[in-house]
């Protein structure tokens, strides 16, 4: 060879999109590609962005593969760039062309560092890629695989294990488990972070014990959504819980909680618990009034299944099943990644509540959009979440659970808000009757 190496640069048309937008299936593909090639793996770094696509290296012995894909588009690209003569990365060329269908392609190949126009200087260290047979015994494998939700602006990224616990398309959404090295293992929906094992009891301790250490007695408890359990969880430590239904759209989200979130679903086979796999809208309306002491709304973003649990519509419903000091506690966004809906959320639960009924309090949760997160404390009757609060009762209570997050003092802070928390909820939201859905 002519060259110190070769590059071959390849476009993939027509390409399954389904196999293009798998970072896990991608990346196995790729090393494979490398070793069939005769390369020497040596690392791998690939993220998968939301919505969609994935970029990713394989760094061998003898340069590097790398790949970028569209699957919107069914359109991948890679470069193919190997050093010395004994590695053809026209083998990995027809392998990768196999494993993503790709319908036809576009190719070619340079020479890079022509020897005609280089020449060769005595050096101390040697400036090659060959390596002893010691030195190959001392190459290790380190795979770099990202998890990576985003906007247009805001991005996070979770470095994985690379492999999948659970994947399952279900009829509302893509169900997901990937096993994390920060935060252990991590619930996704449609490619959004729902919960972690790390830091799924700031949400779940903040949107159960707010309202169930406020109502003087809470009896029975209704949950929309919560398919993880983590939620049913915190409410079933309180004694005067008689009953708790869980009305949950997706089984599919339960299935994979049960499985591989054990510590955060371990209340689903309780007794008092009981699972309703239905829509949460349509189980409210069949509801007779003055049903629940407490609603509790954990659901995910104002899109796909969740759209219809941030209509007005839905909160009248709530509002009638409650009993006549009942209290609805919702998550209601951020302030600071979603304001728009955080806005109108907090301007249709006045309008249904009446204005001096309805508190915000925030929470901080590392995995979520900006770190802040709201919940909404909405009364029926006149119960205040700070002044009718039982710190007596809260103080036996966090005694008696090993919690992490809640106790009384953070209780009464969490009602305590930033200024520009304040003047969004006493501005008028930009949108009337129609919530804005903001992709996150």
Known sequence: MNALGRHLIVEFYN???EKIDDVMGIEKCMVTAAKKAGATVINSTFHHFSPFGVSGVVVIEQSHLSIHTWPEYRFASIDLFTCGETIDPWISFD???EEFAAEYFSSLELQRGQLHHLKKIDVQTPLTRCSTSSDKKRITYNRNIWFTER???VALSLRHTGDRLFSKQSPYQKVEILETYAYGRVLTLDGMIMTTEKDEY????MIAHVPMLTHPNPERVLIIGGGDGGAAREVLRHKSVKSVDLVEIDEVV?????KYLPTIASAFGHPKLHVHIQDGIDYVKQLRDETYDIVIVDSTDPVGPAEGLFKPSFYRDVYRCLKP???MVTQSESPTFNPPVFQELYQCYKEIFGRDNV???LVFIPTYPSGMWSFSFCSKGSIHPVRDFDRLRAEEFTRSHPLRYYHPDMHVASFV??????????QKPLIKEKTQVIQR
């Open 15 to 17: 390409c399954s999109p």
């Open 95 to 97: 392998y990768l062309k």
């Open 151 to 153: 906007d247009e602006n």
């Open 202 to 205: 700031i949400y779940h301790e």
């Open 254 to 258: 339960i299935e994979a909680s049960r």
């Open 325 to 327: 000091d009942g209290i």
């Open 359 to 361: 508190h915000c309090y």
């Open 417 to 426: 808000l930033p200024t520009f928390v304040k003047e969004l909820l006493e």
